[in-house]
């Protein structure tokens, strides 16, 4: 797997590679020895991240792992102070920080990267093709991109019969990685589960609480966490019940976090800041409230954030009824599988594959292709026979771009 990439990097053609591996199983290591093959060639790298916490935490680990070699990184965020903002794009543009780690601010117009070479996207799904682009557009020609996920969006899966998008596997579980188990439960049981926390926390363990995903408003979504963080605190009085959502400021995000893997926080409410980068191992219970709400890539994510010590771990999604199909399709897939491959390939057939050519992630693309389920031999002797097009008839498979793509070709390089 690192053979293709390192060997893709060496080609003068960009690279187009989704790495894709269940969490915890090692693609920063990945992304880490890239990022010096890429250096050490004279090139910048961009590795963004779609949430503070998880960019922060690349970037204090890649600082752990390279301290000592002459390569100077620059953070990026949000919530970054102005000074340190300008010092850190005054790096970047003068080509003296070769390594940029940072959040969604690494694609802002003010932002340099002159030499760039490597854009590294973690948790590509979280990201919108225009996004993705804006960041490999920085380069001045054009970038290797390599897209890292624990469960790739439909669209992606499907651009690997239909574009240039190769993918390589880590298909093994971490050293002490057990599989989650999952468990469905009606809402007019949480009083069950509240027990079970109980229970987990009173023999040493630890747990989270996810809020529902209420996508109207954020605001609503902050009182709903609000109002459950006060609830479990009155029903678990002898537990310390811990808050985090994605309002707060960076530093009390921070001391939260740094309190629940020392242990002092028993229960941790959190809204779906902790799909990604959260790492406690003790951790070994998780309630996901109005699971129905959510898709299939977080609550893959989100289930992945417990299971990583070794102990045996349950995951409970409470749904409330009725249920839409969907709902229950999703629901079912979950419930059924631990592999991020196979839930990625169910969630491809509920959702389909969303714009060949355009942003939306999932649902009917809008040109007539063949079914991914039905048609996979067809649609491989069709990429043999674009690939012998391309190397053979160079004028005939322009005008078959232009005349089905027309223009927008960039799109499926995302």
Request: charged share 25%.
């Amino acid at each position: 797997m690192w053979r293709e990439i390192a060997s893709d990097l060496k080609r003068t053609v960009p690279m187009q590679r989704l790495l894709q591996g269940d969490v915890g199983s090692g693609k920063t290591i990945v992304a880490a020895l890239a990022a010096l093959q890429a250096i050490e060639s004279g090139r910048q790298v961009a590795f963004m991240a779609p949430t503070e916490i998880l960019a922060e935490q690349h970037y204090r680990k890649l600082a752990q792992w390279l301290g000592g070699l002459p390569i100077e990184m620059a953070w990026l965020s949000g919530s970054l102070p102005a000074k340190a903002r300008n010092k850190a794009r005054a790096a970047l543009a003068s080509g003296e920080a070769m390594f940029a780690i940072g959040t969604h601010a690494l694609f802002e117009d003010e932002v340099l990267l002159p030499r760039l070479g490597l854009a590294i996207v973690d948790e590509q799904h979280r990201f919108g093709v225009a996004q993705r682009l804006k960041l490999r557009g920085k380069a001045a020609g054009e970038a290797h991109q390599l897209m890292m996920s624990a469960t790739p969006i439909p669209r992606s899966l499907a651009m690997t019969f239909y574009a240039d998008l190769d993918v390589s596997a880590i298909d093994e579980m971490p050293p002490g990685r057990r599989p989650v188990a999952t468990r469905l439960v009606n809402n007019r049981r949480r009083s069950e589960v509240v027990e079970r926390v109980r229970r987990a926390c009173a023999e040493g363990r630890q747990a989270y609480w996810v809020c529902p995903l209420i996508e109207e408003s954020e605001k609503l979504e902050l009182q709903t966490a609000v109002a459950l963080h006060a609830e479990l605190t009155a029903a678990l009085p002898e537990l310390r019940v811990g808050l985090l959502h994605g309002k707060m400021k960076p530093d009390d995000k921070t001391v939260v976090m740094a309190d629940f893997v020392a242990g002092a926080i028993h229960v941790l409410v959190a809204t779906t800041v902790i799909e990604v980068g959260v790492d406690v191992p003790n951790a070994s219970m998780m309630a996901i409230e109005h699971a129905e709400r959510f898709g299939l890539a977080q609550l893959h994510q989100l289930r992945g954030r417990v299971g990583r010590g070794g102990i045996e771990s349950t995951c409970y999604l409470i749904f409330e009824e009725p249920l839409t199909d969907t709902a229950k399709a999703r629901l079912k897939v979950i419930f059924e599988n631990n592999d991020g491959f196979e839930i990625s390939r169910q969630d491809l057939v509920i959702r389909g594959p969303g714009e060949f050519l355009g942003a939306k992630q999932s649902g009917v693309p809008l040109l007539r292709f063949a079914d991914l389920e039905r048609d996979v031999a067809l649609i491989e002797r069709a990429r043999d026979a674009a690939t012998e097009l391309v190397d053979e008839a160079h004028a005939a498979a322009d005008a078959h771009l232009e005349r089905w793509l027309g223009g927008r070709q960039e799109f499926i390089k995302a």
